[in-house]
């Protein structure tokens, strides 16, 4: 289930120091979808409590531009890829007069070309990242 479009959202990533970096300027879109449980459910234990002890699944999917600058986003998801491990994720959305916020630890899975990096033109391309959620969802109302 979809629970953010990211159009309009802050999203802060930690590079690889730890420090949180704004990807608004880089990110054309994205979302935020969580599913069911995630565990272990058919073990010599009760595959119930398996299940309910089990946490929720969450997929990030991000647009961004395939731009090469200094703190851009692309860049930032190319260096990590190359890395490896989790980083905390921070996306802050506006919903009428309420803000929502949810944190995380992401595991970037994938960059993803919808075409070339580049067009003909000079004009940057759209790259989509895939990210899952390592460890616990953390939303704030």
């Keep these: 289930m ?3 479009l990211l159009r309009d959202a802050a999203i802060t990533l930690e590079d690889a120091d730890g ?3 704004d990807l608004r300027a880089g990110l054309i879109g994205g979302r935020l979808d969580v599913g069911g449980q995630a565990g272990e459910y058919f073990t010599l234990e009760s595959p119930w409590a398996k299940y309910a002890a089990g946490g929720r699944r ?3 999917t991000l647009d ?3 731009e090469t600058g200094a703190g851009s986003a692309h860049g930032l998801l190319r260096e990590w890829l190359l890395s490896g491990g989790a980083r905390v994720i921070t ?7 309420e803000t929502l ?4 630890a992401f595991r970037l899975v994938a960059l ?3 075409a070339r990096a580049h067009f003909a033109g000079g004009e940057p391309g759209r790259v989509t990242a895939y990210l899952v ?3 616990v969802l953390n939303l704030t109302p």
Excluded: K, M, N
């Design 101 to 104: 916020t949810c944190s995380g």
């Design 91 to 97: 996306i802050t959305q506006s919903i009428g007069t």
């Design 133 to 135: 959620l390592d460890g």
């Design 64 to 66: 961004i531009l395939a």
């Design 19 to 21: 420090v949180p970096v």
């Design 2 to 4: 979809t629970v953010i």
């Design 58 to 60: 969450a997929r990030l």
């Design 112 to 114: 993803r070309s919808l």
